[in-house]
């Protein structure tokens, strides 16, 4: 009912710059929480950003001042702008919806924890 696709990833040097876009398609009537985590080889998957509905964000530590996240509510989509990226940036990263209405045939539902296949970025000189 819902899908998640990622886009923007790619190979960059340190320093440099990546947006990354996620769409989410279906019957979607509103998506209260869009995030972005990521995850490295060999660790966990971590929360990098999260953007409620009304634009309000949160970061991690290690992210803050150089990523910002941002959303277009009217189309579905999320973005990432990556700056001054570093080596410990590599990793792949996922979108991630939740509290998401949507409906199907006559009736609405709301969905939690819908996921993107993930797109890679890697980070190196």
């Known amino acids: 009912q819902v899908q998640l696709v990622e886009s923007g990833g790619g190979l960059v040097q340190p320093g440099g710059s990546l947006r990354l876009s996620c769409a989410a398609s279906g019957s979607i009537l509103s998506i209260n929480i869009m995030r972005w985590y990521r995850q490295a080889p060999g660790k966990q998957r971590d929360l990098v950003a999260r953007?409620?509905?009304?634009?309000?964000?949160y970061y991690a530590d290690s992210v803050k001042g150089r990523f910002t996240i941002s959303r277009d509510n009217a189309n579905n989509k999320v973005y990432l702008q990556m700056n001054s990226l570093k080596p410990e940036d590599t990793a792949v990263y996922y979108c991630?919806?939740?509290?998401?209405?949507?409906?199907?045939?006559?009736?609405?539902?709301?969905?939690?924890?819908?996921w993107g296949q993930g797109t890679q970025v890697t980070v190196s000189s």
């Open positions: 991630n919806a939740d509290r998401v209405s949507y409906r199907s045939g006559s009736m609405s539902y709301t969905g939690n924890d819908y």
């Open positions: 953007i409620t509905t009304g634009g309000r964000t």
